[in-house]
């Protein structure tokens, strides 16, 4: 079984709808990454979580550590959302990145 | 946000040759970089761990002979692919950890060097 798993693996989704994409871990972490990865490949840091819920723009990051869950919201869902969205974990401050193996996720106009 | 860039942003090159590709962090200090791959349709995987002013660390499976890595400055390191082999295309991906205080969790990640060695 994989540490980090997220689900679903591919998502289609229509312009302006509400998108949610999920993540579960299976280790202790200090902290969890999520990624945005478009079809160039290069690879953006969207959020950086420990606990509670941030939010940036038309995204929000949400964590549970006692269920070991996260989730990424996308609201007004647009196609320039189109990417491969990775969750990613880390142990401690010093300790590696372990990632999941991403969501594809298209946004229809 | 904190900037990290890559050069080249692609490369392709014959099969023997090296490359070396560079990871800058622009704008902030870094005494960590990561150097990952990632195969297409795969995830990153972490190649190895790269300290300022000491030998990087490799993850089992990765050559270190092979992938020489150099972290001279808190700013640069990079990553030398030698007498490369098809079998070594891929995206290369670079990410730099800020030095130190509170955001020591953070990673900033580069846009990534496309090899391709025919």
């Known amino acids: 079984k994989n540490e980090v798993e997220q689900s679903p693996q591919n998502l289609t989704a229509q312009e302006g709808e509400f998108i949610t994409i999920n993540c579960s871990y299976s280790?202790?972490?200090?902290?969890l990454h999520w990624l945005q990865q478009h079809p160039g490949g290069g690879i953006v840091s969207l959020f950086m979580?420990?606990?509670g819920k941030k939010k940036h723009g038309r995204l929000i990051a949400t964590i549970n550590i006692q269920e070991k869950h996260s989730s990424l919201h996308i609201t007004a869902s647009h196609p320039r959302d189109s990417a491969v969205y990775i969750c990613?974990?880390?142990?401690?401050?010093?300790?590696?990145?372990?990632f999941g193996k991403g969501i594809t996720l298209s946004v229809r106009p | 946000g904190a900037v990290v860039s890559q050069h080249p942003s692609w490369v392709i090159c014959k099969s023997g040759t090296s490359v070396k590709i560079e990871c800058r962090s622009l704008?902030?200090?870094?005494?960590?970089m990561f150097w990952y791959r990632q195969f297409p349709k795969q995830s990153l995987m972490l190649m190895a761990t790269s300290n300022e002013g000491s030998k990087a660390t490799y993850e089992q499976g990765v050559e270190k002979d092979k992938f020489l890595i150099n972290h001279a400055s808190l700013t640069l390191s990079t990553l030398t692919v030698t007498s490369a082999h098809p079998e070594d295309s891929s995206f290369y991906i670079c990410s730099s950890r800020l030095a130190g205080g509170p955001f020591s969790y953070e990673q900033y990640f580069g846009p990534g060097t496309r090899l391709t060695v025919t």
């Open positions: 979580l420990s606990s």
């Open positions: 280790v202790g972490i200090s902290a």
């Open positions: 990613a974990v880390q142990s401690g401050a010093n300790s590696k990145l372990t």
């Open positions: 704008d902030f200090q870094a005494t960590t």
